[in-house]
């Protein structure tokens, strides 16, 4: 008998012991988690702010301040600034259709034209140099035929544009996509009910309901344009004044100026900010009026 209680006691006690044994490991491992959740959290931020933080810890302000007016800075930032802006309301013109018509309309070979619009994010820029090069250059299939005319494009500025144009319009495609099949069809349904034609509806319904999510999309194709490096320098070469955009000329100053190369470098990465800042307030807004 007295055993029985003995192993009836040890056993009634069992359950309260296991219920230790697996609260406590449990408290252990979520705490060892969120440490080592925290811990990449930090090494991660550490990895992309120390690069940041290093440019402008070695380019003091008044070294800084002096490289501002130098004849290549100069150059470079006047040309960036006048060919992306450029590029930037070519690809708005010509990608805003293509967005509409990619959201709304279903058509034979519409993935085949999706992933056509995609190809530039992911082709290397050097092969995306060498393609244009290949079709508008001097000896090209279609350069050919306008160089015979005299009309030249390749190491021209209009080569920069066409090379940011073919990196950057998927960038404001994509986006303007995703705005244009974020928009309810009703508001497009009572249009065309009250007698609007689909231009006006286009004009004076999607658009105005898309506007956020086009503007983000043309900010980042804006960025994505003034950081161009590998097309620009295989297709429109690296001529100051003419074809040397800030990447490229961060690229040639290196070999001589380093002051001059960070500060293009400070200032593409003040841009970069901005426009970080400018897409996630716009996101941001879009969300919002969604949820109300």
């Given at each position: 008998m007295a055993l029985n209680q003995v192993e009836l006691g040890h056993t009634n006690e069992l359950p309260g012991q296991d219920r230790e044994a697996i609260v406590i490991p449990s408290r252990t491992k979520e705490m060892a988690l969120k440490a080592g959740l925290g811990l990449t959290l930090i090494l991660a931020m550490t990895f992309i702010a120390l690069p940041v933080v290093s440019l402008f810890v070695k380019s003091p302000l008044d070294a800084t301040l002096?490289?501002?007016?130098?004849?290549?800075?100069?150059?470079?930032?006047?040309?960036?600034?006048?060919?992306?802006?450029?590029?930037?309301?070519?690809?708005?013109?010509?990608?805003?259709?293509?967005?509409?018509?990619?959201?709304?309309?279903?058509?034979?070979?519409?993935?085949?034209a999706d992933s056509l619009i995609d190809l530039p994010v992911i082709?290397?820029?050097?092969?995306?140099?060498?393609?244009?090069?290949?079709?508008?250059?001097?000896?090209?299939?279609?350069?050919?035929?306008?160089?015979?005319?005299?009309?030249?494009?390749?190491?021209?500025?209009?080569?920069?544009?066409?090379?940011?144009?073919?990196?950057?319009?998927?960038?404001?495609?994509?986006?303007?996509?995703?705005?244009?099949?974020?928009?309810?069809?009703a508001f497009e349904d009572a249009a065309r009910t009250l007698g609007a034609s689909r231009v006006y509806t286009f004009f004076h319904v999607i658009l105005p309901i898309a506007s956020n999510g086009l503007i983000s999309g043309a900010i980042m194709a804006f960025a994505r344009s003034l950081g161009e490096f590998g097309a620009t320098i295989m297709f429109a070469g690296n001529f100051q004044g003419r074809t040397q955009t800030m990447p490229l000329a961060i690229y040639t100053a290196m070999q001589g100026d380093l002051n001059v190369s960070l500060c293009l470098a400070i200032i593409l990465v003040i841009i970069s900010f901005v426009v970080i800042a400018l897409v996630k307030m716009l996101t941001r807004r879009v969300y919002k009026n969604v949820r109300d």
């Open positions: 002096r490289s501002l007016y130098d004849p290549v800075v100069m150059d470079a930032l006047k040309l960036s600034l006048m060919t992306s802006t450029l590029t930037t309301l070519t690809v708005v013109l010509m990608g805003t259709p293509i967005a509409y018509v990619n959201a709304r309309f279903h058509y034979f070979g519409r993935d085949i082709m290397p820029p050097a092969v995306a140099g060498i393609a244009l090069l290949m079709a508008f250059g001097r000896m090209g299939i279609l350069g050919h035929y306008l160089n015979a005319f005299g009309f030249g494009i390749a190491f021209t500025t209009l080569a920069v544009i066409i090379a940011q144009v073919f990196v950057s319009s998927p960038f404001y495609i994509r986006q303007a996509k995703t705005s244009f099949e974020d928009v309810d069809t």
